[in-house]
């Protein structure tokens, strides 16, 4: 199982960010490779930019910790296990950090995925901004 993790440094309180990764459905809004996205706080389905569909389950969504962990469970591309782990950690009242892992089977997948989110947690200053 490959592991991955990105992060990011952000100029913005920890509840405002939470406000962004929390919002389970809005994930599109701010990862590029995804053309749509759509859920809740159980369970969500993304639209790649090629069309490929990912179906996932959220497996933990808790304001208090700012965290959110997610399963790809179904949809077009060959994943044998994942879990996506998003953390939103306070820096202090005006900064804070973003810390996207991600644990993926079979590891051909890793490129792609750590090349997808790395991009994503990277924009993630422009979104907020």
Do not use: C, N
Request: glycine fraction near 6%.
């Amino acid at each position: 199982m490959a592991t991955l993790r990105s992060h990011v440094l952000l100029d913005a309180p920890a509840d405002a960010v939470w406000q962004v990764i929390g919002d389970v459905a809005s994930v599109a809004d701010w990862f590029p490779l995804m053309k749509s996205s759509a859920g809740d706080t159980q369970h969500r389905t993304v639209v790649l930019g090629d069309g490929s569909v990912l179906e996932e389950a959220v497996v933990t969504h808790d304001p208090a910790r700012r965290r959110l962990q997610y399963r790809v469970t179904g949809g077009d591309l060959p994943i044998t296990a994942h879990l996506g782990t998003v953390d939103v950690l306070e820096i202090d009242a005006v900064r804070s950090i973003v810390v996207y892992s991600t644990e993926i089977t079979p590891d051909s997948l890793a490129d792609a995925f750590d090349a997808a989110i790395s991009e994503a947690v990277a924009g993630l200053p422009a979104h907020l901004s």
